[in-house]
């Protein structure tokens, strides 16, 4: 199903079912009812968070998380195959590594929906040192140091982590870029959660004791146009509308306002031609963070706001 380039009004409800371990239903569900207008003159301002325009046409979707199976992998992949831009590296290894962590360890959480087997999303964390020898996670840290190499102090201090963090852990957030934000709270916790409980269950030698949460995620520029509203003045003749900064993955932004290192560089232009894009975007960019593991509780009760909206 394609997301349809006009406004689309979402409400959203949990479903609460019983946690399984492994291959099944995780403790949190959402059940997702879309609503995309055909009319010109609808607005994000005449539609509030709980109405929907007689008009238009309704989509129910229920989202449901599942622990990473073999099955996954290829999906699991091909979400995979941008995350270090151009650079060839071997995404099947890193895809390979978040089913481990899924089968082996109950970290981590796939999308799907509808009783589709295809996912449409994931959610893990990687240990770097437990797996520095991997050949992705040696070039993960190439990509990532090669990106710094004009913040010298930075690049000293995330080298050092890499030497010499055992709680370094890269975050894997990836989704379609349709799959709307209502699915990050409970996929947040529910991977924060199951941390906590791998260490439990490890003791005191865990290699999923976090101190720092390592993110590679993408960012824009530009102007999403809105449907013209009728409250709304137009703008004088000549005047520029405004260039904001968004997330491809808006709970991203909290991880950034927490971050205590972080590095933007802007994608390549044949890498850009090559994406799919937002109406009204000027520069795709990516963007480095590292969060320390303290400010988690902090940054899931501020996703939890994000999508509330309380």
């Not at 099944?24 to 301002?45: F, G, N, P, T, W």
């Not at 709680?167 to 529910?190: I, Q, W």
């Not at 933007?264 to 320390?292: C, I, Y």
Request: hydrophobic share 35%.
């Amino acid at each position: 199903r394609q997301q349809s380039s006009d406004f689309c009004h979402t409400t959203f409800h949990k479903i609460m079912s019983s946690k399984k371990s492994t291959g099944k239903r995780k403790e949190e569900a959402l059940k997702i009812v879309e609503s995309s207008s055909e009319e010109d003159d609808s607005s994000e301002d005449d539609l509030g968070q709980d109405q929907i325009d007689p008009g238009d046409e309704i989509i129910e979707v229920e989202f449901e998380a599942f622990g990473p199976q073999e099955a996954d992998f290829h999906a699991i992949k091909t979400l995979l195959k941008s995350y270090l831009e151009e650079t060839q590296y071997n995404s099947s290894e890193l895809a390979d590594l978040v089913v481990s962590e899924g089968s082996e360890h109950t970290v981590g959480s796939v999308i799907k929906a509808d009783g589709n087997e295809q996912a449409f999303g994931f959610i893990s964390a990687i240990n770097l040192h437990k797996h520095k020898d991997k050949e992705c996670i040696r070039q993960v840290r190439q990509y990532v140091l090669s990106h710094l190499a004009a913040k010298p102090e930075a690049r000293e201090k995330l080298e050092a982590l890499f030497d010499t963090d055992a709680g370094l852990t890269l975050l894997l957030n990836e989704r379609l870029v349709n799959v709307p934000v209502d699915v990050a709270p409970p996929l947040h916790r529910a991977l924060h959660q199951e941390l906590q409980e791998a260490v439990k269950r490890e003791g005191g030698r865990s290699t999923h004791r976090a101190s720092h949460y390592l993110l590679l995620t993408s960012t824009f520029k530009g102007i999403l146009e809105a449907k013209k509203s009728k409250t709304k003045k137009p703008k004088q003749k000549g005047e520029k509308p405004d260039s904001q900064l968004y997330y491809f993955k808006p709970e991203e932004e909290i991880f950034a306002k927490e971050a205590s290192l972080s590095h933007t560089w802007t994608v390549a232009a044949a890498e850009q031609a090559n994406r799919w894009t937002f109406d009204g975007m000027k520069s795709h960019s990516r963007l480095l963070l590292l969060v320390p593991a303290a400010k988690m509780p902090s940054i899931l009760k501020q996703i939890d706001t994000l999508v509330s909206g309380q």
